[in-house]
C-alpha cells in the first residue's frame, strides 16, 4: 500500500512549484512524497521532476544527476524524516524529465533512481 502525503510539513514542502537548489544548477521540483509499505517494510520515496535529465547530448546525465539526488536527501529527507517521526528502511530519491504517476510505465520518459539508509541524520547509499 502506498500513500501520498500532499500536506506536507515544513514550508520547504508546502510550496512544492518552487525550483530545489542542487549542485548541478538543474531545475529540481518535487512531485510528490509518498509513504510505501509494498516491499514490507516501510520506505519513504522523495519524487522530483527534473525536465533536463537524459542520456542525448547537452542533457544532464546520471553521474551528475547521482550527485543532486544525494544532496536531495540530505536536505529535503532527513529533516522530513525528523520532523514525521518515520523510521524508513530505505529512502528513495527519484528524478524524472516529466511527471509520471507512481506505478506507471513510461517508456519515453528519462527517471533515475536512488535508495539511501539514514544513520544518524546523514543518507547512505544503497543502490537499486
Not at 39 to 66: C, H, M, N, Q, T
Request: include cysteine; proline fraction near 7%.
Amino acid at each position: 500500500m502506498c500513500l501520498v502525503l500532499c500536506a506536507l510539513g515544513t514550508s520547504v514542502f508546502a510550496q512544492t512549484d518552487s525550483l530545489l537548489p542542487v549542485p548541478s544548477g538543474q531545475p529540481v521540483q518535487l512531485s510528490d512524497v509518498l509513504l510505501d509499505n509494498n516491499p514490507g517494510e516501510l520506505w519513504v520515496r522523495f519524487r522530483f521532476v527534473a525536465p533536463k535529465i537524459g542520456a542525448s547530448v547537452g542533457r544532464i546525465g546520471y553521474d551528475v544527476a547521482s550527485k543532486d539526488m544525494e544532496h536531495l536527501c540530505q536536505i529535503l529527507a532527513v529533516p522530513y524524516v525528523a520532523q514525521h517521526e518515520l523510521q524508513p528502511s530505505r529512502v528513495v530519491i527519484s528524478l524524472s524529465d516529466r511527471p509520471v504517476e507512481f506505478g506507471d510505465t513510461a517508456p519515453d520518459a528519462t527517471q533515475y533512481f536512488e535508495a539511501y539508509r539514514l544513520e544518524q541524520s546523514r543518507c547512505i547509499w544503497e543502490g537499486l
